[in-house]
């Protein structure tokens, strides 16, 4: 008799959803009006600037007794020259690895001791020192992080394990497909250009670095006028502002490192296709890829809407509606734009079965092409405007979320205000924006097509698509 009584409670609950909702059920209803508004409270965040030039942010967080803060410089890979490939990564790596009177176990011990955490690292146009823990413990862990950042060791032996650790690395890579596409996807958009290679280096540049190569990347990394100071969580402003002058005050400014060169605006001029011979694998790994934008660009939220549609969207997607939903030819495919300082490329992944590879990357074509003369319409733009907001709320849960991205606005000089009008902004692109960026963005004639996996049997099925070149891993 409870039995069915909880069960007829819940018919009851349910048929009453229904009812509330209408005769279709949720997920058939149209989404929700996008919310608007500021993302953070002003009361919470604080900015000043230090008479060197160095920046400060501040967002209070009052809700747990931690802490997190941290140094980013605004450079990164991408201001390395090529027989520099890879000292900003390396850098990073070695700064955590002993630094003012402590060496690499000393320092370990240290943070292990206040349950803290130590964080170092680079990307294209970044680098950035961060240490986490308790608040009750805000004076140790600022003079921690005074320490990696500006008096870091470069201990011989600690650059030796390090730089031996990313050239195994490297190896290591060559058994992963994916990281070999990647490879030879940067080596044919941007053959001579920084972008070329990894943010990590290549094996012949890492091989050069030593102490005295990373003491020296790292005065023109680390500058004043380079970087931000960001703090995050439970510290009022004044006693944060005051802890990054007593440590950082007298950091004397330097010149530091300019942003590198730009890449080619158009890459490649016609299509090509790679594939890495690997007969071992029953899977291709594939990867088509061409020039793409700026984080700056002024049509990014158009592109970025536009490729949601394409497959940026999960399943929401074109690509993977129709490969792997459709056709089942692949577990996942996606595709994006990887946004830097200058262009980097719009990438499209996914790895099928080798015998299928020419059928992919034929519907892969397609959908691009398709793109440009069947853009986007209404529903879709409605679609794709309620799920990008909503991952624009749920990447922005928690206080060091929304510094974090507070701090990349800073990296890429866009308005502060940009988290609390981004809403707002995509709300205001048209379907005659999205078909604008189909055709300006993608370019299915002239795409590099990389495959990695048995040559004899891809060759025959890539041929049609344009000149193969074969290569041995």
Not at 42 to 50: D, F, S
Not at 241 to 260: I, N, T, Y
Not at 430 to 457: C, E
Request: hydrophobic residues 45%; negative net charge.
């Amino acid at each position: 008799m409870i039995g069915r009584r909880v069960i007829a409670y819940a018919l009851a609950a349910l048929f009453g959803a229904a009812c509330a909702f209408g005769s279709r059920p949720a997920w058939e209803q149209p989404p929700p009006p996008i919310a608007e508004g500021p993302v953070v409270p002003q009361e919470r965040l604080h900015r000043a600037t230090l008479l060197n030039g160095l920046s400060i942010l501040v967002l209070e967080d009052h809700a747990l007794p931690r802490i997190a803060i941290g140094v980013l410089t605004r450079r990164g890979a991408g201001s390395e020259t090529l027989a520099e490939a890879g000292s900003a990564s390396l850098t990073l790596d070695v700064m955590k690895r002993g630094a003012g009177g402590r060496d690499a176990f000393a320092l370990a011990r240290a943070v292990d001791e206040m349950g803290a955490s130590l964080s170092a690292g680079a990307g294209w146009d970044s680098a950035s020192v961060g240490v986490a823990g308790l608040s009750e413990d805000s004076a140790a862990l600022f003079a921690l992080l005074a320490d990696v950042v500006r008096r870091p060791r470069f201990d011989a032996a600690e650059v030796a394990r390090a730089r031996g650790e990313q050239l195994a690395a490297f190896e290591q890579e060559k058994d992963e497909p994916h990281a070999v596409a990647g490879k030879q996807a940067a080596r044919l958009l941007y053959d001579g250009h920084r972008y070329g290679l990894s943010a990590d280096g290549a094996p012949a540049s890492v091989a050069r670095l030593d102490a005295a190569a990373l003491r020296d990347w790292h005065a023109r990394l680390f500058t004043p006028g380079q970087s931000i100071v960001f703090v995050v969580g439970d510290m009022p402003r004044a006693v944060a502002v005051a802890h990054v002058e007593a440590l950082f005050g007298d950091w004397a400014p330097a010149a530091g490192v300019e942003p590198g060169p730009p890449p080619p605006e158009r890459t490649p001029d016609t299509r090509r296709v790679v594939i890495v011979d690997r007969p071992d694998l029953a899977q291709a790994q594939l990867l088509l890829a061409h020039e793409g934008i700026a984080r700056r660009d002024p049509d990014r939220i158009a592109a970025d809407l536009m490729n949601t549609v394409l497959g940026g969207g999960g399943f929401l997607s074109r690509l993977m509606t129709k490969v792997r939903a459709e056709e089942g030819l692949a577990y996942g495919i996606g595709s994006g734009f990887s946004l830097r300082r200058h262009p980097g490329p719009f990438l499209v992944s996914t790895s099928t079965r080798a015998a299928e590879a020419g059928r992919v990357v034929e519907i892969v074509l397609g959908e691009l092409s398709r793109m440009q003369t069947q853009p986007p319409g209404e529903a879709d733009l409605r679609l794709v405007r309620s799920f990008s907001a909503g991952r624009f709320v749920l990447g922005l849960e928690t206080s060091a979320a929304i510094a974090g991205s507070l701090v990349d606005l800073d990296v890429y000089g866009l308005p502060p205000d940009s988290l609390d009008t981004y809403r707002t902004r995509m709300q205001a692109v048209t379907v005659a924006d999205l078909a604008a960026a189909a055709v300006q963005r993608l370019h299915p004639d002239r795409i590099a097509i990389v495959a990695v996996g048995p040559a004899a049997t891809l060759r025959p099925q890539l041929e049609r698509f344009g000149p193969v070149e074969v290569l041995q891993p």
